[in-house]
């Protein structure tokens, strides 16, 4: 499976942006897709999951409430609604994938990654 992540850049405090993650090649008939960060000197953190069905999501604490991870599977397509940003939040997003069904905030269980897609938010 490759990842392109996509549609990072810089917004201002309070801002919105939505993240975008194309799945292509051979993709598992069924799999779990998330979105980490990293910031500068920290280590990649969990930001949120979504199962296949779209049914089952968690987000970390520091987002939740503010972002919102949605696919579409017939588009093999990943999204990551992120509102009322805060400098905190500024970091290189990373999208995820993992065959089967479950569902893990553990970064060593996803097989896949794509580049990564900057987002900076200015105070």
């Known amino acids: 499976v490759q990842l392109q992540a996509s549609g990072g850049g810089l917004v201002q405090a309070g801002g919105s942006l939505r993240l975008t993650c194309a799945a292509s090649?051979?993709?598992?008939?069924?799999?779990?897709m998330a979105w980490f960060r990293q910031a500068p000197g920290k280590d990649r953190e969990f930001v949120a999951y979504i199962g296949w069905s779209g049914g089952s999501a968690d987000y970390a604490d520091s987002v939740k409430g503010r972002f919102t991870i949605s696919r579409d599977n017939a588009k093999n397509t990943l999204y990551l609604q992120m509102s009322s940003l805060k400098p905190e939040d500024t970091a290189v997003y990373y999208c995820?994938?993992?065959?089967?069904?479950?569902?893990?905030?553990?970064?060593?269980?996803?097989?896949?990654w794509g580049q990564g897609t900057q987002v900076t938010v200015s105070s």
């Open positions: 995820a994938a993992r065959a089967g069904s479950a569902l893990t905030t553990t970064r060593w269980a996803y097989q896949h």
């Open positions: 090649g051979r993709t598992p008939r069924a799999y779990t």
